[in-house]
């Protein structure tokens, strides 16, 4: 990616987990620092542990969520810290990826 684009590297996290932990992630979020995050709830796929069907009536908890944060860089590490242990012991999915924003200063 060009800078001369007026764009400032990111680097964007996502975050498949059940429901039960939505909460978690967002309190590490604030921890490291981020101002904000996106959350999907409902989301459907299929991995190691079967088929996850993403609406289920009355029951937000088991439903799978996707959370998608973006941080300047050298926040990325304290909050790849906090989820590594996180996502030890639970099911989920992390993906780690360099972005490119154009109001860097909403992520700083």
């Given at each position: ?11 964007r ?10 909460a ?10 981020a ?8 989301v ?35 909050l ?29």
């Amino acid at each position: 990616m060009d800078e001369s684009w007026g764009l400032t590297r990111m680097t964007r996290v996502e975050v498949v987990v059940a429901g039960d932990d939505v909460a978690l992630l967002a309190e590490l979020f604030a921890e490291v620092g981020a101002t904000g995050f996106t959350a999907v709830s409902n989301v459907s796929g299929l991995g190691h542990s079967g088929y996850h069907q993403g609406r289920l009536l009355f029951n937000d908890r088991n439903a799978l969520a996707l959370l998608t944060v973006v941080l300047p860089p050298e926040r990325t590490a304290a909050l790849l810290d906090g989820l590594r242990p996180l996502l030890a012991g639970r099911s989920g999915v992390l993906l780690v990826s360099d972005t490119w924003v154009s109001r860097p200063q909403y992520f700083q």
